[in-house]
């Protein structure tokens, strides 16, 4: 898998991942050298070639001179997850995502959650953005920082998490503003896909609904900006 940009890269060798190769521009200055210290530092073999090279390698098309390969991410068990605000002494913070596609959504959705405290993120197996060289990139290297789950089924995963005291809130329209609902206790976000919103059995199976007031006759925000909003409204009534 393709790391691309200076500060995903640098993020990558500080979390001391697995990286094969850094592929290094010739023609690269600036913070590139920070990049080589570090790389060099850790042993990581580094390859300087020509900007038509990084070119072909990358798949964002915004490498900033620098891509480096390391192996597959690795995905948590649920279990890993849960066990993560335990050992911490805080409550459970989770966010579930449900149908988000784009991978720049879920980049920043994970930017987020690691600037807002989440715990964890989970996501279905199929029908989603996965880690990928683009959501790597728009995380500007917090992929690494937050413990991302796949599962099988986001309901029967919804029914876990309700069994051990969390509760689940789904972000959609025209229900209890946001700002007016506990988030102290344990807590599941749940944000579904622009288009559709949340799926209506998630829906049904969460406890409550929040929404995000809205004026001129806006009914919907990018699902990335909607779960910021939220996403720092639990950290600030955490703090």
Same mark, same amino acid.
């Given at each position: 898998m393709k790391i691309e940009g200076r500060n995903p890269v640098l993020e990558a060798i500080k979390a001391d991942k697995e990286i094969d190769y850094i592929y290094v521009s010739k023609?690269?200055?600036?913070?590139?050298?920070?990049?080589?210290?570090? =790389?060099?530092?850790?042993?990581?073999?580094?390859?300087?070639?020509?900007?038509?090279?990084?070119?072909?390698?990358?798949?964002?098309?915004?490498?900033?001179?620098?891509? =480096?390969?390391?192996?597959?991410?690795?995905?948590?068990?649920?279990?890993?997850?849960?066990a993560i605000p335990e050992q911490r002494g805080e409550e459970?913070?989770?966010?579930?995502?449900?149908?988000?596609?784009?991978?720049?959504?879920?980049g920043a959705i994970v930017r987020t959650a690691c600037g807002s405290g989440a715990h964890g993120i989970i996501i279905p197996k199929r029908r989603t953005a996965l880690v990928t060289p683009t959501s790597i990139k728009t995380s500007a290297g917090?992929?690494?920082?937050? =413990?991302?789950?796949?599962?099988?089924?986001?309901?029967?995963?919804?029914?876990?998490?309700?069994?051990?005291?969390?509760w689940v809130g789904a972000l959609d329209m025209g229900k209890v503003p946001y700002y007016k609902q506990d988030f102290k206790c344990g807590t599941a976000l749940v944000i579904g896909s622009e288009g559709k919103g949340v799926s209506p059995l998630v829906k049904k199976n969460s406890d409550f609904i929040v929404s995000i007031p809205m004026k001129n006759e806006m009914d919907s925000l990018n699902a990335s900006v909607a779960g910021s909003i939220v996403m720092y409204e639990v950290f600030k009534q955490r703090s």
């Open positions: 023609d690269a200055k600036g913070s590139i050298s920070k990049i080589i210290g570090m =790389a060099k530092d850790k042993k990581i073999i580094i390859k300087n070639v020509d900007k038509k090279k990084l070119d072909e390698l990358s798949e964002t098309k915004n490498h900033q001179g620098v891509i =480096a390969l390391v192996s597959e991410y690795k995905y948590y068990e649920l279990e890993e997850i849960l459970p913070f989770f966010i579930i995502l449900d149908g988000i596609t784009d991978p720049h959504n879920f917090t992929m690494d920082k937050v =413990a991302i789950c796949k599962v099988t089924n986001l309901n029967r995963t919804i029914d876990l998490l309700k069994k051990k005291n969390i």
